[in-house]
């Protein structure tokens, strides 16, 4: 596709719910990563893939967040037994390899736990 | 810990002035710094820069890198409405994704 697009674009979730927010990447692009950004403040690294790998999860919050990206193309986030400090805006990048290449975002999902 | 920071926070400027944003950064293993623009949502791509005191430019929009004294500038020349916007500056640490900086918001009244 021409872009990296995120669905859904919104998602409302109950205290306690599970949410599964997906990434479809630049075609070709090998590395992807998810970011958590709350109001007012810059992203903030969540995880990253090379193709189907994933070579960091050190920014996942808790043991409540899983990625995965089986194919190598597209990736699901998953948030298990949300709280309500899960509410940000979740937003996808995909790269054509390693850094320094640059990223480019998809217009991210913002989740708002209730 | 790898960390950016970003000077002014917010910036308010009429229409035809120009602007500079600072971004300055500690990072273990300087590979590039990113210079981003978010509106009302992706973050879109403006500059990457590796090289100390070699000038990128797009149109109106300018920066720079000294990696002698850890800092970037972005420039703005004859703002226009249309560049309000947060500007994001990043560097990617040591887990290859980004860090970021809080961002300037930057605001161009008419």
């Known amino acids: 596709g021409a872009g990296v697009s995120q669905s859904p674009r919104y998602k409302v979730a109950k205290r306690g719910q599970d949410v599964a927010l997906r990434c479809d990447p630049i075609?070709?692009?090998?590395?992807l990563f998810w970011y958590q950004q709350a109001l007012g403040q810059g992203p903030e690294f969540l995880t990253y893939?090379?193709?189907?790998?994933?070579?960091?999860k050190s920014g996942l919050p808790s043991d409540r967040f899983f990625a995965e990206r089986p194919e190598g193309s597209v990736s699901t986030l998953k948030i298990q037994r949300t709280q309500q400090e899960d509410s940000a805006v979740y937003l996808c990048?995909?790269?054509?390899?390693?850094?320094?290449?640059?990223?480019?975002f998809g217009p991210g999902t913002r989740l708002t736990v209730t | 810990e790898d960390k950016v920071v970003q000077s002014p926070l917010s910036l308010v400027v009429h229409e035809g002035d120009t602007v500079t944003l600072n971004c300055s950064y500690e990072?273990?293993?300087?590979?590039?710094l990113l210079w981003y623009k978010q509106e009302k949502k992706a973050p879109t791509f403006l500059f990457m820069l590796?090289?100390?005191?070699i000038e990128k430019k797009s149109g109106r929009l300018s920066s720079i890198l000294d990696k002698k004294e850890l800092f970037s500038i972005l420039n703005i020349t004859a703002t226009q409405t249309g560049d309000s916007a947060i500007y994001l500056c990043?560097?990617?640490?040591?887990?290859?994704?980004?860090?970021f900086g809080k961002g300037t918001h930057l605001i161009i009244q008419p």
């Open positions: 990048a995909s790269s054509i390899a390693r850094p320094p290449y640059e990223q480019y």
């Open positions: 075609s070709g692009h090998v590395s």
């Open positions: 893939f090379q193709n189907e790998a994933q070579l960091d």
């Open positions: 990072v273990t293993n300087f590979r590039s």
């Open positions: 590796t090289s100390s005191g």
């Open positions: 990043a560097v990617p640490g040591g887990a290859d994704g980004l860090t």
